[in-house]
């Protein structure tokens, strides 16, 4: 009999149900937001969207303090993930507000803002008034000369990614390659470890979803945690090879999208078909599997599979037949339920 590789296959994200029209996974045109500073001169005020993950698709003023930011998805249908983020300053220290108004989605995602070299910070509720029958909602904004970012989730852009694995690369026990590339050409960076002979794999991802920054934050915990020095995260490499593609949608996440990749699908809807070249090289992260059907993780007929959910984890945890038996972990290895 044929050996298949067991495996468990990790989703990382906070993910919404789907909406009619959005599992179609064949490519469909996108809107590219345009890339601008938007200055209201009179004002003395400056709103822009020219950075990696930056969404405003238009602004204007209305009053003598008071700004209106316009957001469109990348293309629709699309799941409500109405992702935001610009940059804001002012010629003077004042205090603002700028409104947020959707087309195709509504008000989600609690602000966040940083400024010049500080951590990200959840807004406080005095300074936010959410409309729920407008859709929309206001931020109270104290801004001046240096730069304030705003966004609806702390920013983890591919940049970050970068950085993050070639940082963990530095270990001996740890290889970064690339899988292949996005739709726009961006390295999808592929982090291996544990036993190269191991008869079990587990393959990571994360960032289906480009709003879904907590995600990356579970991701970048549990990943640090495996490759740790305790007894467990040694006894675990000891049993899987470990495969870890912590940004599968570059493109998504550096155009600002709400929820689809540059092909205009949401990947997770992609797991079958595998039209897209992110999933296509995910299922397949070594070059050399994608024509080794046994070596390749899809969910096949010898796949047992089970979705459980936990908070912002989405997880999918999958056993494959092994010589015609069901294995299970040794004892004290915690991987499933």
Known sequence: ?????????????????????????????????????IGFLDAGVWISNEFDGGRVSNAWQEGADSFVVQIRPENAPVNNSAWYAFKIWSETNRTVQVRL????????????????????????????????????????????PDTLWVAGQEMMTSAFFDSWTETLAERPHISRTVAGTSGRGRPLYLMEFGDLDASRHVLIIGRQHPPEATGTMGLLAFVEELVGETD??????????????????????????????????????????????????????????????????????????????????????????????????????????
């Not at 993910?15 to 500073?37: F, K, M, N």
């Not at 966040?112 to 807004?123: I, K």
Request: charged share 25%; aromatic share 10%.
């Open 1 to 37: 009999m044929s050996r298949v590789i067991p495996f468990l296959l990790f989703l990382i994200g906070s993910c919404s149900p789907s909406e009619p029209g959005l599992a179609i996974s064949e490519s469909r045109p996108i809107e590219d937001v345009h890339r601008r500073t």
């Open 101 to 144: 108004t959707y087309e195709k989605g509504a008000h989600r995602y609690w602000p966040e803002f940083r400024e010049a070299n500080q951590p990200w910070v959840t807004m406080d509720s005095s300074a936010v008034l959410v409309d729920t029958v407008a859709n929309e909602a206001t931020l109270r904004l104290d801004v001046g």
């Open 232 to 337: 467990l995260a040694v006894e675990f490499r000891e049993y899987f090879r470990v495969h870890v593609i912590p940004l599968v949608n570059p493109d998504g996440v550096d155009l600002g999208h709400w929820r689809h990749n540059t092909g205009g699908v949401d990947l997770n809807r992609d797991w079958e078909a595998f039209n897209q070249p992110e999933t296509r090289r995910s299922t397949s992260p070594r070059p050399e599997w994608s024509e080794r059907p046994s070596r390749r993780f899809s969910n096949s007929k010898d796949t047992k599979c089970g979705s459980p959910w936990i908070s912002t984890l989405h997880r999918m945890t999958c056993f494959t037949r092994w010589t015609g038996s069901w294995k299970q972990p040794r004892r004290g290895l915690p991987i499933g339920g």
